[in-house]
T-cell receptor, first 117, second 112 residues
């Protein structure tokens, strides 16, 4: 099966501009997650979709970040306007439905490296 | 709260050396524990996991044992190879949501 696909793989934008990251999960995976790793720090959870619904967005840093998953398929993460501290690697992951209350193992994408200058 | 602490890198070893990367955690519930690996230019891959105390996860010669008494999940490999050069992340998951909490990552470089 195809893996989780993210694009672009790299993006360099100026402060104040808008960037949209895209994630295509594995077909049939209801759960989709976004994570972010800022340079030298932990990978941090941003949000979790179950199909098209936001299950948990407690990790979204502020209202400059907007995530969508129309139709429960691919997801986009928009940053508007971008700030310098938004630079980092944005990972997407997907998994199948919960089994016995626990989500099955994740499959991660390769990430999008965002640089805001 | 929930958190993961892993040893700072980078770690540089010679081929066939023994590897240990320490990982300790704090969790409000009963977590599942994971090691993920990121090879250069690739995404995060699950290396191994353990879901209950005293479980040992193993894969590709790597092992880690879930130690509830010491809240640890140290990663070990008896003989590393150049191809093991990567960044290793310890992580935990608590509850049914499946959200992962990661450590900062440890970069391993193995020299021939």
């Amino acid at each position: 099966e195809a893996g989780v696909t993210q694009f672009p793989s790299h993006s360099v934008i100026e402060k104040g501009q808008t960037v949209t990251l895209r994630c295509d999960p594995i077909s049939g995976h209801d759960n989709l997650y976004w994570y972010r790793r800022v340079m030298g720090k932990e990978i941090k959870f941003l949000l979790h979709f179950v199909k098209e619904s936001k299950q948990d967005e407690s990790g979204m840093p502020n209202n400059r970040f907007l995530a969508e998953r129309t139709g429960g398929t691919y997801s986009t993460l928009k940053v508007q306007p971008a700030e310098l501290e938004d630079s980092g690697v944005y990972f997407c992951a997907s998994s199948q439905e919960r089994i016995q209350g626990r989500v099955r193992g994740y499959t991660f994408g390769s990430g999008t490296r965002l640089t805001v200058v | 709260g929930n958190s993961v602490t892993q040893m700072e890198g980078p770690v540089t070893l010679s081929e066939e050396a023994f590897l240990t990367i320490n990982c300790t955690y704090t969790a409000t519930g009963y977590p599942s524990l994971f090691w993920y690996v990121q090879y250069p230019g690739e995404g995060l891959q699950l290396l191994l996991k353990a879901t209950k105390a005293d479980d040992k996860g193993s894969n590709k010669g790597f092992e880690a044992t879930y130690r509830k008494e010491t809240t640890s999940f140290h990663l070990e490999k008896g003989s590393v190879q150049v191809s093991d050069s990567a960044v290793y992340f310890c992580a935990l998951s608590v509850g049914s949501q499946g959200n992962l909490i990661f450590g900062k990552g440890t970069k391993l470089s193995v020299k021939p």
